[in-house]
């Protein structure tokens, strides 16, 4: 369900009816999605709390299993193949290379392409947000997702982040992680020995009706040693979604 913000007298969220319907639509047309419990399987572990800020109270990876046979589906794999494109530390300024554009453009092509994204995009053009030319719309995306700013103090001209490196790969910034919520970079880093999972935070779901997860984890980029990098102490990730919907979602979020 989307939701308004409480109001200026405090009153609680209230639903945005027609917005959830679209999401509904996005979520029950998407048939490449993994399944959380034979795809993917997790091992929650123990709970932990934001306050536990230097414990680690799982010795054992989140991800189980993650069947590989995922990444040979095209949008897992066009998407699989940009997250090794980006610097993790905030103020190193990102340098797009020739290949990683045509990266880039081929998701982009393979995105716009699927159901979710359909559904979005014609939500969007019905208010006036997005183009309707195909075309026009994946330079809208590439604008969204794709285009890079000044996040820290970066030297050069192009810029330290995007909106697709902020959202699914992750950053780094004064030993705190930012952004990155997206299940298959956790499952990459995590099989890297780059993160280190440490709890999860809120009430434990059985596997067959988990699709969302808060949880805390540190992250080290350079050193293969996780226990000692960066720490997310919130951080909240879908499960089991596939990269086409989150895109679609997040796209509808970003334009809110």
Same mark, same amino acid.
């Given at each position: #369900?989307?939701?308004?913000?409480?109001?200026?007298?405090?009153?609680?969220?209230?639903?945005?009816?027609?917005?959830?319907?679209?999401?509904?639509? =996005?979520?029950?047309?998407?048939?490449?999605?993994?399944?959380?419990?034979?795809?993917?399987?997790?091992?929650?572990?123990?709970?932990?709390?934001?306050?536990?800020?230097?414990?680690?109270?799982?010795?054992?990876?989140?991800?189980?299993?993650?069947?590989?046979?995922?990444?040979?589906?095209?949008?897992?794999?066009?998407?699989?193949?940009?997250?090794?494109?980006?610097?993790?530390?905030?103020?190193?300024?990102?340098?797009?290379?020739k290949h990683e554009i045509i990266e880039m453009k081929k998701?982009?092509?393979?995105?716009?392409?699927?159901?979710? =994204?359909?559904?979005?995009?014609?939500?969007?053009v019905s208010k006036g947000w997005a183009p309707a030319d195909?075309?026009?719309?994946?330079?809208?995306?590439?604008? #969204?997702?794709?285009?890079?700013?000044?996040?820290?103090?970066?030297?050069?001209?192009?810029?330290?982040?995007?909106?697709?490196?902020?959202?699914?790969?992750?950053?780094?910034?004064?030993?705190?992680?930012?952004?990155?919520?997206?299940?298959?970079?956790?499952?990459?880093?995590?099989? =890297?020995?780059?993160?280190?999972?440490?709890?999860?935070?809120?009430?434990?779901?059985?596997?067959?009706?988990?699709?969302?997860?808060?949880?805390?984890?540190?992250?080290?980029?350079?050193?293969?040693?996780?226990?000692?990098?960066?720490?997310?102490? #919130?951080?909240?990730?879908?499960?089991?979604?596939?990269?086409?919907?989150?895109?679609?979602?997040?796209?509808?979020?970003?334009?809110?």
């Amino acid at each position: #369900v989307f939701l308004h913000p409480p109001n200026q007298n405090g009153d609680d969220f209230e639903p945005i009816e027609e917005l959830s319907e679209v999401l509904l639509q =996005m979520w029950t047309e998407d048939d490449n999605r993994a399944t959380v419990g034979e795809d993917l399987v997790l091992n929650m572990g123990r709970r932990t709390f934001t306050r536990d800020q230097s414990q680690d109270k799982c010795s054992e990876p989140l991800m189980e299993y993650v069947s590989e046979e995922l990444f040979e589906r095209e949008s897992y794999k066009r998407f699989y193949d940009l997250l090794d494109n980006y610097e993790s530390a905030v103020g190193v300024e990102e340098v797009m290379t020739k290949h990683e554009i045509i990266e880039m453009k081929k998701f982009i092509d393979v995105v716009v392409g699927s159901r979710p =994204m359909q559904i979005a995009q014609e939500y969007l053009v019905s208010k006036g947000w997005a183009p309707a030319d195909e075309e026009e719309f994946k330079d809208w995306l590439w604008d #969204v997702w794709f285009t890079l700013y000044k996040r820290g103090r970066a030297r050069g001209r192009s810029g330290d982040s995007s909106g697709f490196e902020h959202v699914f790969v992750g950053e780094i910034r004064n030993g705190s992680v930012i952004g990155f919520h997206n299940w298959i970079q956790f499952y990459r880093l995590e099989k =890297m020995g780059k993160v280190d999972y440490r709890g999860f935070i809120g009430g434990k779901r059985t596997q067959d009706t988990h699709f969302m997860i808060t949880i805390q984890f540190s992250w080290d980029e350079d050193l293969e040693d996780a226990d000692d990098g960066a720490v997310k102490y #919130v951080g909240g990730t879908l499960l089991g979604t596939s990269p086409e919907f989150e895109m679609a979602l997040y796209t509808i979020a970003w334009v809110y």
